[in-house]
């Protein structure tokens, strides 16, 4: 028992109690769908954008969580965001990515207009409106709270949250020596996920669905555990070991359609022929380093603004999923990433994006995506990865109302950030101060596959 149990947390409907059982209406009780939204998503920091989507003074994008809506624009003192609803009558300013530099920001209505930093440069037909409710601070655009991190600006609609870093945590400063703030875009893809939000996210926060979910990755790690219960890699020789990891970067490059980037297989590749160790353990230490330094080099003698990857390995927890809660994902590997963003629409539907993301030299010209290419969620044209991930999903949310299924029940050590998620997710609900959510948000936040923590309440 804490300060906070036997207080507003014990208010909380469907509270999780026993931190491994999830109740299953969570997923999709309209009660609670609307407490979130009422709840959690105007307290947390979100990925608005990324900043490569607006390069140019002028560039703007919209950023929708529910019903709220905001402008995201590049001006010349930096990029700003705005409530995006018209100072009149309320009509929504912006819609998609668009350049408003000469033009600004003008209302499809009566047409009231604002420059790019938000300032109202018109007003129609203002004799007829009473001086005093025109003040200038009521008809310039409201403003709302942006900060940035890893190349992307994020929100907050809550101006007693602490400041974004302190609500990540460690995690930051992990991908920071990853060089995250220089990741470009390869290509964006959206889809719309018959499930609740957190499922959608959840398929992500365990690492023991690789070998029934993507068996094309885990086929390659080895013969199965029967007869022979020695680990795969105990069963190779050096040379098997490292053709066997060459192979595995390209499935999985293949599977994702990234992560491993097409600009790093060459490099691999040419691996197959080092000298190894006999020992497969060994190998697979000599091959890792080799590959680390090999890509690292290509990449630097292109003029890539790669990071020092064996350093950073050697000296930095590395996971291979990162959670920043409450809806952003990234997933390093060698030199490049995987991201993931989830946005709930309704109760038991959510907009699902995924970017593959590269460091690429900076004055190397390339066709960034303005929007991401949405389509259904099984398209075979989605990456194999993520396709099979998503086809447990809607089975996952119908499984939820199949009846007698009260609530999922997780390992303490492999799923322990669906619990730690969900945990804090009740704080919010529960309408903890700040500080405690922060300080929560900042253990979350992290390697997918954690252990059930202590988040402070
Ligand atoms: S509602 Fe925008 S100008 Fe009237
Ligand atoms: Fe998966």
Redesign the pocket.
């Known amino acids: 028992m804490n300060a906070f149990t036997g207080s507003s947390l014990d208010q909380v409907p469907l509270r999780v109690t026993d931190p491994r059982l999830i109740p299953s209406p969570r997923y999709y009780d309209e009660e609670f769908f609307r407490l979130e939204n009422e709840k959690l998503w105007p307290r947390v920091w979100q990925m608005a954008c990324r900043l490569e989507e607006i390069p140019e003074i002028g560039d703007a994008v919209e950023y929708t969580i529910l019903a709220r809506s905001v402008i995201i624009v590049r001006t010349k003192s930096g990029v700003k965001a705005f409530h995006n609803a018209c100072r009149h009558r309320g009509v929504r300013l912006v819609q998609g990515p668009e350049n408003c530099e000469t033009r600004g920001f003008n209302c499809p209505f009566h047409g009231w207009r604002w420059n790019i930093e938000g300032k109202n440069t018109f007003v129609h037909e203002r004799p007829v409106f009473d001086e005093d409710i025109l003040d200038r601070a009521e008809i310039d655009l409201a403003p709302c709270r942006i900060e940035f991190w890893a190349g992307c600006a994020f929100i907050n609609f809550d101006d007693n949250a602490l400041p974004l870093r302190q609500c990540l945590g460690p995690v930051a400063d992990r991908m920071d020596a990853r060089h995250a703030d220089k990741l470009k875009m390869d290509w964006w893809y959206a889809t719309v996920l018959p499930t609740n939000w957190k499922l959608a996210m959840e ?2 926060q365990d690492n023991f ?2 070998p029934r ?2 068996p094309q990755l885990h086929a390659l790690q080895g013969p199965g555990p029967e007869p022979d219960a020695r680990p795969y890699t105990a069963r190779m020789t050096g040379r098997e070991t490292v053709n066997m990891q060459v192979d595995f970067m390209y499935k999985l490059s293949e599977g994702m359609a990234g992560m491993v980037h097409p600009t790093e297989l060459p490099v691999v590749e040419k691996l197959r022929d080092m000298d190894v160790p006999e020992d497969s353990a060994a190998a697979t230490g000599a091959f890792f380093m080799r590959a680390w330094t090999d890509i690292r080099d290509e990449a630097l003698s292109r003029g890539a603004p790669m990071f020092d990857i064996p350093k950073v390995n050697m000296e930095m927890e590395f996971n291979a999923v990162e959670f920043m809660f409450p809806h952003f994902f990234l997933l390093p590997f060698l030199g490049a990433m995987s991201s993931y963003r989830i946005r709930p629409l309704t109760a038991e539907t959510c907009l699902f994006e995924i970017w593959s993301l590269v460091l690429r030299p900076e004055d190397e010209a390339y066709d960034t995506p303005k929007k991401p290419t949405v389509l259904p969620y099984n398209s075979q044209d989605f990456p194999e ?1 993520p396709r ?2 998503y086809s447990n999903l809607p089975l996952q949310q119908l499984g939820l109302h199949a009846g007698r299924f009260e609530h999922m029940r997780l390992s303490k050590s492999e799923e322990g950030m669906i619990s730690n998620n969900h945990r804090l997710i009740d704080g919010y609900l529960a309408g903890l101060d700040s500080e405690t959510l922060a300080k929560g948000s900042a253990i979350v936040s992290g390697g997918n596959a954690g252990t059930i923590r202590d988040i402070g309440f």
């Open positions: 398929a992500f669905h690789v979910t993507h990865v099979q991930d």
